[in-house]
């Protein structure tokens, strides 16, 4: 028998204003894609905003559909639009705003699993760590030096 252990560490930051300032800006632009976000059925907005090596600033909001799985999420959304026009430019950081309509989100609120796996593509092609930070509606932030951090016993093109 061989153990596996896995050491997973987060900053926590206690709200947005506590943040680096080009950080503060990149939530504040994650924030802003939530409010673009259609959430008819779930009522649950989210937003992301990618930050790329070239400056450019890449935004997502989570798009329902009426045939649920249709749909996306606002990571993938934000990422697959990074990797579908900025092929070759490394992304730097990724930061997660959601909340939803019919209570108060105070807690971060990390991304679901298939964003997780999708993120987590992007930092194995690019060979370089991504920052993630992720928060609710409102109240703290999570920072996470990598996508690997929170996807640890990941599946990756090596096992292919």
Same mark, same amino acid.
């Given at each position: 028998? &061989?153990?596996?252990?896995?050491?997973?560490?987060?900053?926590?930051?206690?709200?947005?204003?506590?943040?680096?300032?080009?950080?503060?800006?990149?939530?504040?632009?994650?924030?802003?894609?939530?409010?673009?976000?259609?959430?008819?059925?779930?009522?649950?907005?989210?937003?992301? !905003?990618?930050?790329?090596?070239?400056?450019?600033?890449?935004?997502?909001?989570?798009?329902?559909?009426?045939?649920?799985?249709?749909?996306?999420? !606002?990571?993938?959304?934000?990422?697959?639009?990074?990797?579908?026009?900025?092929?070759?430019?490394?992304?730097?950081?990724?930061?997660?705003?959601?909340?939803?309509?019919?209570?108060?989100?105070?807690?971060?609120?990390?991304?679901?699993?298939?964003? &997780?796996?999708?993120?987590?593509?992007?930092?194995?092609?690019?060979?370089?760590?991504?920052?993630? #930070?992720?928060?609710?509606?409102?109240?703290?932030?999570?920072?996470?030096?990598?996508?690997?951090?929170?996807?640890?016993?990941? #599946?990756?093109?090596?096992?292919?």
């Amino acid at each position: 028998m &061989r153990e596996i252990k896995l050491d997973v560490n987060f900053k926590v930051y206690p709200s947005v204003d506590n943040l680096e300032e080009s950080v503060k800006a990149l939530m504040l632009k994650a924030v802003e894609a939530r409010k673009k976000a259609y959430a008819p059925y779930s009522k649950f907005r989210v937003g992301a !905003a990618i930050l790329l090596a070239n400056g450019e600033v890449v935004t997502g909001s989570n798009q329902e559909n009426a045939a649920y799985p249709s749909g996306l999420c !606002a990571e993938r959304t934000a990422i697959f639009y990074a990797g579908a026009n900025y092929p070759d430019e490394k992304i730097i950081a990724i930061a997660v705003s959601a909340c939803s309509d019919l209570k108060v989100t105070k807690g971060p609120i990390p991304p679901c699993g298939a964003c &997780r796996q999708s993120m987590f593509e992007y930092e194995v092609k690019q060979e370089q760590s991504i920052k993630l #930070f992720c928060m609710g509606g409102e109240g703290e932030v999570v920072e996470s030096n990598s996508i690997g951090n929170i996807l640890p016993f990941h #599946f990756d093109k090596s096992v292919l």
